[in-house]
């Protein structure tokens, strides 16, 4: 008896230390009862993957996304699409956005010490989107939601977008990728050391 | 008797052994408690650093080669990586600490189409990452660059990969005698470009943003 006894305890132990310390378990999306996303957490500790910029000034003075999109994902998630070319159920992609600094020419760039360009001044909001074949089936699995294009604090929630706003987009450039502009993300294209 | 008592020992060892193995595995984020990622050879030239594509993405400075003649000093994207304790450490005392490490890994525009280096996607009129195109790293270290305010900077190459395997410090006027001239009160790095570390909004848990 004291054997068996043993042996379960320490069996039940050493399960309950690997599920406890569990490194990295993503929570995945937060939704409310509502379907409202929840504003993810913790993602500026995620991977960055790439930082596209549509500076205002290139366009119309009024870029669809101000200015700088820095784009997060969290590591499994990663390492998931590097090896089955797709990202799996759950998976959520924030992109947070950031103005440029006041530019002094026309075209937005301003001269700095380390040349004429573009650099980040302040936050400027959220757009997440996440993956979930039940929920968004009819928008080839993906949902899309934006938390303000605007100074923090951003909203807490945030309703699902209509299709017309932000899928059509991704389903028309990018469905053959996941949804998802990989030919924006070196790191997509190229291992992660 | 004996044997059975014997062997219950040895079991419950066994185990223990399995138990602590297991948290080993399973130990969370090692960055947190690694003491420094900057490591030298014998010689004194930097090891390329490891793993910084995993660290915090501080911001992302561009200088197209479209708009600096052709040949802008770092082209073209400046990705700044910085290992989370040392965020955290920033945040609360404004500098950084002994053995921060920052790496600037450069990419270069994506097909550009107007001289500028920008193009159109449906996302508007703009820059976009290519592909990766060097590294360059500065290291806080106050007895090693005492010379150069704490800090020595390393380049392990403006070119596509593969990079450099180590670097030797680069001199004082190529590198630091910018630093040390412009950014000097912000521990020689260019805080304003940063936006997690100049705005220093939700100091307690500057991962999340601030929400209402």
């Known amino acids: 008896m004291g054997i068996r006894w043993t042996v379960l305890i320490a069996a039940a132990a050493a399960i309950i230390a690997v599920a406890v310390s569990q490194p990295g378990a993503s929570a995945g999306p937060v939704f409310t009862k509502d379907g409202s996303l929840v504003l993810p957490s913790g993602f500026r500790k995620w991977i960055f993957m790439g930082g ?47 103005l440029t600094q006041p530019g002094k020419y026309p075209d ?7 040349g004429r360009g573009y650099f980040p001044s302040a936050l400027h909001g959220i757009d997440v989107m996440v993956k979930d074949s039940k929920r968004f089936g009819n928008t080839n699995d993906w949902g899309f939601f934006t938390f303000g294009h605007h100074a923090l604090p951003y909203d807490s929630t945030a309703k699902l977008m209509p299709a017309g706003q932000c899928a059509f987009c991704h389903i028309a450039g990018v469905a053959k990728t996941d949804m998802v502009w990989v030919q924006y993300y070196p790191l997509l294209r190229a291992q992660l050391q | ?62 200088t197209p080669n479209g708009l600096n003649n052709g040949k802008a000093n770092f082209p073209e994207y400046h990705n700044v990586y910085i290992q989370a304790q040392n965020v955290d450490a920033y945040l609360k005392t404004g500098e950084f600490p002994e053995g921060t ?112």
């Not at chain 2, 004996?2 to 185990?15: D, F, M, P």
């Not at chain 2, 920008?118 to 005492?146: L, Q, W």
């Open chain 2, 101 to 212: 490490v920052i790496v600037k890994e450069l990419t270069r525009l994506l097909n550009p189409t107007f001289p500028d280096g920008s193009r159109f996607e449906p996302s508007g009129h703009g820059f976009f990452n290519g592909e990766f195109n060097g590294i360059d790293a500065t290291v806080k270290d106050s007895k090693r660059f005492a010379k150069t305010n704490g800090w020595g900077f390393f380049t392990f190459g403006h070119h596509p990969e593969p990079y450099a395997a180590t670097a030797a410090e680069s001199p004082a006027e190529t590198c630091a005698g910018c630093h040390a001239a412009n950014v000097a009160k912000t521990d020689m790095t260019w805080v304003q470009f940063y936006p997690l570390l100049h705005e220093r909004t939700g100091q307690l848990s500057w991962d999340t943003p601030q929400s209402r």
């Open chain 1, 108 to 114: 937005g760039s301003v001269d700095s010490a380390s």
């Open chain 1, 52 to 98: 596209p910029i549509t500076p205002n000034a290139l366009n119309n003075g009024k870029a669809p996304f101000p200015e700088f999109h820095d784009v997060y994902i969290e590591l499994e998630n990663f390492r998931y699409y590097q090896k089955y070319g797709k990202f799996p159920e759950g998976t959520v992609l924030v992109k947070e956005l950031a």
């Open chain 2, 1 to 62: 008797m004996q044997k059975k008592q014997h062997l219950t020992v040895t079991l419950t060892g066994i185990a223990a052994i399995g138990v602590f193995v297991a948290l080993l595995c399973s130990a969370p984020v090692p960055a947190q408690t690694e003491p420094s990622a900057a490591v030298f050879t014998s010689d004194g030239r930097l090891k390329v650093p490891t793993g910084f594509r995993r660290w915090v993405f501080v911001g992302a400075p561009l």
